[in-house]
């Protein structure tokens, strides 16, 4: 009786390893989107208004790249390194998968920005480089 008990247990263990397993490398298979920008702090607008440009792209099986077209990235920002991330915009793409917009630096302290665009068709969450803005 025991012996059936220690085998029993043994395959259910099996089966919660591999179920673990193959949900974990499922979720890392997902491919990201590609996130280019520009540095908005050399692309000063205004005294405390600055551009961010970028592009989306989205790779292909076969090596190459397509635009991000027509769809929603979110720019979020937070004050500290510690705080959470907040939606400030939702921006468009264009049909080259180009995103423009402008975003501001405090008059005290310091903000952290950064781009970020939704998992869908297959794709998992992207999230563009950390731009941090302030006045000095």
């Not at 990235?73 to 390194?81: A, D, Y």
């Not at 939606?87 to 970020?116: C, H, L, M």
């Amino acid at each position: 009786m025991r012996t059936l008990r220690t085998v029993l247990a043994a395959l259910v263990a099996a089966l919660l390893v591999a179920g673990v397993l193959s949900t974990s490398a499922g979720a890392a298979s997902k491919p990201e989107r590609i996130i280019d920008e520009i540095p908005p702090s050399t692309k000063q607008v205004t005294y405390n208004a600055f551009k961010l440009k970028g592009t989306v792209l989205e790779p292909q099986v076969d090596g190459t790249t397509l635009p991000y077209a027509n769809q929603q990235v979110k720019i979020l920002k937070k004050k500290c390194g510690t705080c959470k991330w907040k939606t400030v915009k939702k921006v468009k793409t264009n049909a080259d998968g180009v995103f423009k917009t402008r975003i501001y630096a405090p008059e005290r302290g310091r903000w952290k920005w950064r781009s970020k665009v939704d998992h869908s068709n297959g794709y998992a969450n992207t999230k563009g480089e950390v731009w941090t803005l302030f006045f000095r």
